[in-house]
């Protein structure tokens, strides 16, 4: 039994775009959470003497956020590790205030500074400008390479499908307001590479049955194709996925975001594989359909203007 995916087109590419508006809107409305990476700010590794809490670190700094408001919830973020060391990101703050955290911070006892340090805005900004390069070039790559190895329409529905995937994992992390840091981008490019390598095994299959002698049209072929690694692509996601939900549970706060984006990253792009990129093959190439059911006609004319001449 196959699933008719070609044939539901049209539902499955409206399915995506109101997940795509929503992450749309997420975007326009909430924007992104970005960390001291992009946005600027100070980092301090801490190592105290005796075992620490994260409610008294908390404690502590929301004492300090009274006089200094980087230090507010919102604005940092606290890492207990092993060997009694803290690790605290906060927006960036002035030379001054960053004495005033130092003795402050005491209060919860004597430690030793094991690293201290600063991002400016401006390297922010950079940052953000390699993300998308790395991104577009990414892209453009990815492009290339299909149009070399299949066709040019291909390369067109792959990257819409990718696309898709970016936009929708970007928009789930702005609607649970997650903090943007550099491995965020790692990420985004991991997802990248993800879901085009699910989508070629798709390509791969079709363009081998098109090789085929076959009397099937180019939707039936499309059709066939994708339910032929169905099954495959899904136990391969289905692995994937359980070790990055592993990785989610018990990776600890500071591999939440990367890891989120990931999990929602590889669950549309197993979708995009399979009921996007192929489906929006069939809808730019529409006409092949009507090409193949032509040359069948005048190849069954053909075969019976034969047969006539035999008769006579």
Same mark, same amino acid.
């Given at each position: 039994?196959?699933?008719?995916?070609?044939?539901?087109?049209?539902?499955?590419? &409206?399915?995506?775009?109101?997940?795509?508006?929503?992450?749309?809107?997420?975007?326009?409305?909430?924007?992104?959470?970005?960390?001291?990476?992009?946005? @600027?700010?100070?980092?301090?590794?801490?190592?105290?003497?005796?075992?620490?809490?994260?409610?008294?670190?908390?404690? &502590?700094?929301?004492?300090?956020?009274?006089?200094?408001?980087?230090?507010? @919830?919102?604005?940092?973020?606290?890492?207990?590790?092993?060997?009694? *060391?803290?690790?605290?990101?906060?927006?960036?703050?002035? *030379?001054?205030?960053?004495?005033?955290?130092?003795?402050?911070?005491?209060?919860?006892?004597?430690?030793?500074?094991?690293?201290?340090?600063?991002?400016?805005?401006?390297?922010?900004?950079?940052?953000?400008?390699?993300?998308?390069?790395?991104?577009?070039?990414?892209?453009?790559?990815?492009?290339?390479?299909?149009?070399?190895?299949?066709?040019?329409?291909?390369?067109?529905?792959?990257?819409? &499908?990718?696309?898709?995937?970016?936009?929708?994992?970007?928009?789930?992390?702005?609607?649970?307001?997650?903090?943007?840091?550099?491995?965020?981008?790692?990420?985004?490019?991991?997802?990248?590479?993800?879901?085009?390598?699910?989508?070629?095994?798709?390509?791969?299959?079709?363009? *081998?049955?098109?090789?085929?002698?076959?009397?099937?049209?180019?939707?039936?072929?499309?059709?066939?194709?994708?339910?032929?690694?169905?099954?495959?692509?899904?136990?391969?996601?289905?692995?994937?996925?359980?070790?990055?939900?592993?990785?989610?549970?018990?990776?600890?706060?500071?591999?939440?975001?990367?890891?989120?984006?990931?999990?929602?990253?590889?669950?549309?792009?197993?979708?995009?594989?399979?009921?996007?990129?192929?489906?929006?093959?069939?809808?730019?190439?529409?006409?092949?359909?009507?090409?193949? *059911?032509?040359?069948?006609?005048?190849?069954?004319?053909?075969?019976?203007?034969?047969?006539?001449?035999?008769?006579?």
């Amino acid at each position: 039994m196959q699933i008719e995916i070609v044939k539901n087109s049209k539902k499955w590419v &409206a399915l995506s775009l109101v997940f795509i508006f929503i992450s749309l809107g997420a975007l326009l409305t909430k924007g992104l959470n970005y960390g001291i990476d992009f946005s @600027g700010g100070n980092l301090f590794q801490l190592r105290f003497e005796k075992p620490v809490s994260l409610k008294e670190i908390n404690g &502590a700094l929301d004492k300090i956020g009274k006089n200094i408001h980087q230090f507010k @919830g919102n604005g940092r973020k606290v890492q207990i590790s092993e060997g009694n *060391e803290v690790l605290i990101r906060i927006q960036e703050i002035t *030379e001054k205030e960053k004495n005033e955290f130092y003795e402050e911070i005491k209060q919860v006892g004597k430690y030793e500074i094991i690293k201290e340090d600063k991002v400016g805005a401006s390297v922010g900004k950079e940052l953000k400008m390699s993300a998308v390069y790395s991104l577009v070039i990414g892209g453009v790559l990815i492009v290339a390479y299909i149009t070399m190895r299949f066709e040019f329409m291909f390369a067109i529905a792959a990257i819409l &499908a990718l696309v898709h995937d970016i936009i929708i994992a970007v928009g789930g992390i702005s609607l649970l307001g997650y903090e943007i840091d550099t491995p965020f981008i790692a990420a985004v490019l991991t997802i990248l590479g993800y879901s085009i390598n699910d989508t070629i095994v798709v390509f791969d299959r079709i363009r *081998e049955t098109l090789k085929k002698k076959t009397d099937l049209t180019f939707g039936e072929v499309l059709n066939k194709s994708i339910n032929q690694v169905m099954v495959r692509s899904l136990n391969t996601s289905i692995t994937t996925l359980l070790a990055v939900m592993a990785i989610l549970v018990f990776g600890g706060e500071s591999l939440r975001t990367f890891i989120t984006t990931l999990l929602i990253g590889m669950v549309a792009g197993t979708y995009s594989s399979i009921f996007i990129a192929t489906p929006l093959i069939y809808l730019l190439e529409k006409d092949r359909d009507k090409k193949v *059911e032509n040359s069948k006609y005048l190849d069954k004319n053909d075969d019976d203007e034969h047969h006539e001449k035999i008769l006579v």
